[in-house]
């Protein structure tokens, strides 16, 4: 079974910080992990996913993220905080394999104080 | 840019009434999903389809629900009987063929409302 852990349901910064938006999860099988951002009124956009390869991965809109095994991490990070990064942001696992489900953390909502 | 299309953006429908929400996959995507959000909740996994049936279902996905792709290219979530605390929005999402490339991704999401 596969689970997601977002620590904080809210994450207020101010414009021009550092964001971090924490997730932890666990999964039976080597993860394929995944954060989608959700705009209000809007869909699930994909900013970023970790497959195999470099455990450092850059999306879009300047995010980053780093999976890390022996942490069970994969914390979304943005060095300078934009107000139109203002959104509710998921992180989200799968085993990757066939018509296997993405499994999603509760979300965080980012809040960007002027 | 391919997308993902979601009909109708808004239903409201009358708790007991038979609702179909349709979503017009990516061409050339073969894996289906629906997904819910409860308003304020995480986003629920609820099934997944592939070669015309279904794969993988959640505890959620009772005898209610039903998924078919009818004329090959909707994928319809049908909810039998609606009860209020069905009020979500559902969200449609499509994967492409090649199994390496695990990113699905989603349309705008239909928003069901039973009064």
């Known amino acids: 079974a596969q689970s997601v852990t977002q620590l904080g349901s809210h994450v207020s910064v101010s414009e021009g910080a550092l964001v971090l938006l924490r997730c932890n999860y666990s999964s039976s099988v080597p993860p394929y992990l995944f954060w989608y951002v959700q705009y209000p009124n809007q869909g699930l956009q994909l900013l970023l996913k970790y497959t195999t390869g470099a455990t450092l991965v850059k999306g879009i809109n300047g995010f980053e993220a780093e999976f890390k095994k022996s942490e069970t991490s994969f914390h979304l990070t943005k060095p300078s905080a934009h107000m139109s990064d203002a959104a509710e942001y998921f992180c989200a696992v799968s085993s990757g394999g066939g018509a296997d489900g993405l499994t999603f953390g509760k979300g965080t909502h980012l809040i960007i104080q002027p | 840019e391919p997308e993902v299309t979601q009909t109708p953006s808004h239903q409201v429908t009358q708790m007991g009434q038979e609702v179909i929400l349709r979503c017009v996959p990516i061409?050339?995507?073969?894996?289906f999903y629906w997904y819910r959000q409860i308003l304020g909740q995480k986003v629920e996994f609820l099934v997944s389809?592939?070669?015309?049936?279904?794969?993988?279902k959640s505890e959620i996905f009772d005898d209610q629900f039903s998924v078919e792709r009818p004329d090959g290219s909707n994928f319809t979530l049908k909810i039998r009987s609606t009860k209020l605390e069905d009020s979500a929005m559902y969200f449609c999402?499509?994967?492409?063929?090649?199994?390496?490339?695990?990113?699905?991704?989603f349309g705008q999401g239909t928003r069901l409302t039973v009064v």
């Open positions: 999402a499509t994967r492409p063929r090649d199994k390496r490339n695990t990113e699905a991704f």
């Open positions: 061409s050339n995507h073969l894996y």
């Open positions: 389809f592939y070669n015309n049936e279904i794969s993988e």
